[in-house]
């Protein structure tokens, strides 16, 4: 029952929740595939949002063709 959200979700996450997002981890905002960025190599954007235990906040696009680590967490909205 997960909203797939793409960067404006981790961007408003990042906005209004930043607090609440895990600490060291990436947590990644898939979008449809059709929907996301896409270089000239043919490779898809994910945006992740980082937050670390130094309170730091980064925000990057990572491939979506890529392996995904145990460091990340998904990003998702629901209604429940």
Do not use: M, T
């Not at 270089?39 to 995904?68: I, M, Q």
């Amino acid at each position: 029952k997960a909203i797939l959200v793409g960067a404006q979700g981790a961007s408003l996450a990042w906005e209004q929740k930043k607090e609440e997002l895990p600490v060291n981890r990436w947590s990644v905002s898939f979008d449809e595939k059709n929907a996301l960025w896409k270089d000239a190599g043919g490779h898809h954007g994910v945006p992740f949002v980082f937050r670390d235990s130094d309170g730091v906040f980064k925000f990057y696009l990572g491939f979506f063709e890529s392996d995904w680590l145990d460091d990340y967490c998904l990003l998702c909205f629901c209604d429940e």
